[in-house]
């Protein structure tokens, strides 16, 4: 049976909202496994499916210098020095690993372009991994949060059809 691991950066507890209902709704389909990026294993041996995601800081990924920012704007999760795009780097070069990307982003720029969910997913492409699903995002109103209304519900749907998009040959 297929394996799944979902990896998140969060700093504020959104994107860890988002990922923890991720999570459970791969959970439906195929066992997983939830890590915060400062524990994520990069040895992936056993694992199908890899699930990625954090926030949106200045329309990619996050740096340190924007986790820095964050950390001064109050946040009081996550790591300034390790993120999403350092784990990612640090990871082998795949081949038939399926993956998906997710990102948290304020409502208020829900139109502009980049996101950390497609900066993610151009990573992940060029390690080797197959995209399972476009990459998604997920709504915060303001950058300290909360999550929109029915976002929690909207990830556990799209983790259950991600999980859903992996062949069962795997």
Request: zero cysteines; hydrophobic letters at 45%.
């Amino acid at each position: 049976m297929a394996r799944a691991l979902v990896v998140y950066e969060s700093m504020f507890g959104n994107s860890g909202a988002v990922a923890r209902a991720v999570a459970d709704g791969v959970g439906e389909v195929m066992p997983v496994t939830l890590a915060e990026v400062t524990s994520a294993p990069t040895d992936l041996e056993g694992i199908d499916l890899v699930v990625a995601g954090g926030p949106t800081h200045a329309f990619s990924m996050s740096r340190e210098a924007t986790r820095r920012d964050a950390r001064g704007q109050g946040a009081p999760d996550g790591s300034v020095q390790t993120g999403l795009r350092e784990w990612l780097a640090s990871l082998p070069d795949e081949h038939g690993r399926w993956f998906a990307t997710f990102d948290t982003r304020v409502t208020k720029v829900r139109r502009f372009p980049g996101s950390a969910a497609h900066s993610a997913a151009r990573a992940g492409r060029r390690h080797g991994f197959t995209q399972a699903i476009a990459p998604q995002s997920f709504y915060v109103l303001d950058v300290e949060g909360p999550l929109a209304d029915g976002e929690v519900e909207r990830a556990h749907a799209w983790g259950a059809e991600v999980a859903a998009s992996v062949p069962a040959t795997v």
